[in-house]
């Protein structure tokens, strides 16, 4: 296969394993026992029953832990410390056939763009966890397993399509968690109300007690 595609499915894997590891590797492995897709052989090892299970087990309970707000960022955290290197490792095993420079290009490449998943995915959880109902974080886990799902088996068939979408998403993920925090800081600072009226703009609260006083 062409060097370059290698390197695109390499880290088509790291992506998704930067959102969620554990779903990354149960996707893998029964999409490679069902005949699906066909990684290489240091990767052909998710397709272990044993292997389906343990990551099947410890996706619902990061599913779980993620509904509980407070559980949900201490949980996201943590994995600061598991996803990127189990990430780098994934996509050095999805190289391992090629050029053994390249076998550590995907590595190195694979850890960074993990990183860069996982702490966007990170921000994101922080900002909803100042919501302290379950259902944001339900729709989150439903939305980010969609997009592991999806560039974990497409990245195998259309590798430089998936990977670009990928990160276009990821592009648009960072824009929209920027701007996510900077209306909390205005809500949590005071300086941001919701307008008096239905379906009026937000004001500062600055302008409210302008407006009060004037009343």
Same mark, same amino acid.
């Given at each position: 296969?062409?060097?370059?595609a ?8 790291a992506?998704?394993s930067?959102?969620?590891l ?10 490679t026992?069902?005949?699906?897709i066909?990684?290489? !052989?240091p990767? =052909?090892g ?15 309970l ?5 509904? $509980?707000?407070g $559980?949900a960022s201490a949980?996201?955290?943590v994995?600061?410390?598991?996803r990127?290197?189990a990430?780098?490792a994934?996509?050095a095993?999805t ?23 996982h702490?966007?995915?990170? *921000? !994101?959880?922080y ?8 259902v944001?974080? *339900?729709v989150?886990?439903t ?5 592991? =799902? =999806?560039v974990?088996?497409?990245v195998? &068939? &259309? ?11 990821l592009?648009?993920?960072?824009? !929209? ?5 900077r !209306?909390l800081r205005?809500?949590?600072s *005071?300086?941001?109300v919701? *307008?008096?009226g239905?379906?009026?703009?937000p ?5 409210v ?7």
């Amino acid at each position: 296969m062409n060097p370059t595609a290698i390197l695109a499915q390499a880290l088509g894997v790291a992506y998704a394993s930067g959102i969620s590891l554990y779903a990354t590797v149960a996707v893998l492995g029964v999409a490679t026992r069902i005949g699906w897709i066909d990684p290489p !052989m240091p990767l =052909a090892g998710v397709a272990s029953w044993w292997v389906i299970i343990a990551a099947t087990v410890l996706y619902l309970l990061e599913f779980v832990a993620t509904l $509980v707000p407070g $559980v949900a960022s201490a949980w996201e955290t943590v994995h600061s410390l598991v996803r990127p290197p189990a990430a780098a490792a994934l996509a050095a095993m999805t190289a391992w056939h090629a050029d053994p420079a390249e076998v550590v290009i995907a590595a190195l490449l694979g850890g960074g763009i993990a990183v860069t998943t996982h702490t966007t995915k990170l *921000g !994101m959880r922080y900002a909803i966890d100042t919501s302290p109902e379950p259902v944001t974080n *339900g729709v989150a886990n439903t939305a980010e397993l969609g997009v592991v =799902a =999806a560039v974990a088996l497409f990245v195998w &068939h &259309h590798p430089y399509v998936t990977l670009a979408l990928a990160l276009l998403a990821l592009l648009l993920t960072i824009v !929209m968690v920027r701007l996510i925090w900077r !209306m909390l800081r205005r809500v949590f600072s *005071g300086r941001w109300v919701p *307008g008096r009226g239905f379906l009026q703009g937000p004001r500062t609260s600055e302008s409210v007690s302008d407006l009060d006083e004037n009343a």
